[in-house]
């Protein structure tokens, strides 16, 4: 049990990638060491996206180290707020993987770094989240979490090649430079991996117009001192595009 919770946020990180002349920016975000008070900077996010038409929104998000060099990558294709495809390149590890939306069904696809190749299938639960489409589906229920109340979510662990249940709920609301802020803890929906798994805290704008921070589980890793890599809880500050 410890070591599927250890994993289970593992590739989480409401972090959305990009190339800049890729498309249009969306946004960028400097990931601290958790604690640091943002005086330890480890990796940076860049996101862009490319509005299709009908719909479909193309999106690409890149975390790299400080060295520019690009540690992991995420491919999204949308409808709307409802995902279709999400591509992973975990490039520390080595991995790549992948959740598509099939009709009534989700298909996970997980290569490791000796190109084993890993598949399953799940039912279609009501609802699939990941990284790319987490704030449009966070604007979707904003009249439910402005009032206090839990919405629940089935969340694409695409390195366990599995969905997992996580509930959303309002813990307090804040004035930051004279902005309403709404601060969100997301939580396992079991109780016993809840019990061993911190929660993310979420920073939103009023109305979820836009993700200003972001403290929990990320997905980079972090270096092992004798090799290996180990799941890293950080600190993410979002930056608005201009």
């Given at each position: 049990m410890?070591?599927?919770?250890k994993?289970?946020?593992?590739?989480?990180?409401?972090s959305?990638?990009?190339?800049?002349a890729?498309?249009?920016?969306?946004?960028?975000?400097?990931?601290?060491?958790?604690?640091?008070?943002?005086?330890?900077?480890?990796?940076t996010l860049?996101?862009?996206?490319?509005?299709k038409?009908?719909?479909?929104?193309?999106?690409?998000?890149?975390?790299?180290?400080?060295?520019?060099?690009?540690?992991?990558?995420?491919?999204?294709?949308?409808?709307?707020?409802?995902?279709?495809?999400?591509?992973?390149?975990?490039?520390?590890?080595?991995?790549?993987g992948?959740?598509?939306?099939?009709g009534?069904?989700v298909e996970f696809?997980?290569?490791s770094?000796?190109g084993?190749?890993?598949t399953?299938?799940?039912?279609?639960a009501?609802?699939?989240?990941?990284?790319?489409?987490?704030?449009?589906w966070?604007?979707?229920?904003?009249?439910?979490?402005?009032?206090?109340?839990t919405?629940?979510?089935?969340?694409?662990?695409?390195?366990?090649a599995?969905?997992?249940?996580?509930?959303?709920?309002?813990?307090s609301e804040?004035?930051?430079e004279?902005?309403?802020?709404?601060?969100?803890?997301m939580?396992a929906?079991?109780?016993?991996?809840?019990a061993l798994?911190d929660?993310?805290?979420?920073?939103y704008?009023?109305?979820?117009?836009?993700?200003?921070?972001?403290e929990?589980?990320?997905?980079?890793?972090?270096?092992?001192?004798?090799g290996g890599?180990?799941?890293l809880d950080?600190e993410?500050?979002?930056?608005?595009?201009?």
């Amino acid at each position: 049990m410890k070591t599927k919770s250890k994993l289970l946020l593992a590739g989480f990180c409401l972090s959305l990638f990009v190339e800049a002349a890729w498309a249009k920016v969306d946004f960028t975000a400097v990931v601290y060491e958790k604690g640091s008070k943002q005086s330890k900077k480890l990796f940076t996010l860049e996101r862009s996206a490319e509005d299709k038409g009908s719909g479909l929104i193309e999106a690409k998000s890149v975390f790299s180290d400080l060295s520019g060099a690009p540690v992991l990558e995420e491919r999204s294709s949308l409808n709307g707020s409802a995902l279709v495809r999400v591509e992973v390149d975990q490039k520390q590890t080595q991995q790549k993987g992948s959740i598509t939306r099939v009709g009534d069904q989700v298909e996970f696809s997980v290569t490791s770094a000796d190109g084993k190749v890993k598949t399953a299938t799940e039912k279609f639960a009501g609802s699939l989240v990941v990284p790319a489409n987490f704030t449009y589906w966070v604007r979707d229920h904003w009249a439910e979490l402005e009032k206090g109340e839990t919405v629940e979510m089935r969340f694409g662990v695409w390195e366990r090649a599995e969905t997992v249940g996580f509930k959303l709920f309002k813990i307090s609301e804040e004035s930051v430079e004279g902005q309403k802020v709404f601060v969100f803890k997301m939580k396992a929906s079991s109780f016993i991996i809840a019990a061993l798994v911190d929660p993310i805290i979420f920073k939103y704008s009023d109305k979820g117009e836009r993700l200003i921070a972001l403290e929990g589980r990320v997905a980079p890793k972090r270096a092992k001192a004798g090799g290996g890599w180990s799941d890293l809880d950080a600190e993410v500050i979002y930056t608005q595009a201009k």
